[in-house]
């Protein structure tokens, strides 16, 4: 069962930065996973941010974060982060970020479109952490 606990949401202002991370635990050895970052404002649908294959370098984005948002991992600490620097208040919500286990087959077709895999190929998710940008 893999659980995953998001941390470092918080207040800042238009144009700083946040660095969101994504601990995860219970992979198993030898699955493929993809992790999301997810956001959801008050009123609007959850949409997604981010992705990256565990283990590989492949990353996905939405073009309202392409440029400014990065997504990486450190595969020593099961640690997914988001790195978001010139933040605006649109990219105020609460972020969630979520895990898949993918066949090879899946895995290979979602990497050649360079797409977020659909929320709902993600089975685990994080509780949410907070982000709220002030003008």
């Known amino acids: 069962q893999v659980q995953l606990v998001e941390s470092g949401g918080g207040s800042v202002q238009a144009g700083g930065s946040l660095r969101l991370s994504c601990a995860g635990s219970?992979?198993?050895?030898?699955?493929?996973?993809?992790v999301g970052w997810f956001r959801q404002a008050p009123g609007k649908e959850r949409e997604g941010v981010a992705s990256?294959?565990?283990?590989?370098?492949?990353?996905s984005y939405a073009d309202s974060v392409k440029g400014r948002f990065t997504i990486s991992q450190d595969n020593a600490k099961n640690t997914v982060y988001l790195q978001m620097n010139v933040l605006k208040p649109e990219d105020s919500a609460m972020y969630y970020c979520?895990?898949?286990?993918?066949?090879?087959?899946?895995?290979?077709?979602?990497?050649?479109?360079?797409?977020?895999?659909?929320?709902?190929?993600?089975?685990?998710w994080g509780q949410g952490t907070q982000v709220t940008v002030s003008s």
């Open positions: 979520a895990a898949a286990a993918l066949s090879n087959v899946h895995m290979t077709a979602l990497q050649a479109l360079g797409v977020i895999p659909p929320q709902s190929a993600f089975v685990y």
């Open positions: 219970g992979y198993t050895y030898g699955h493929n996973y993809v």
């Open positions: 990256i294959y565990i283990g590989g370098n492949k990353s």
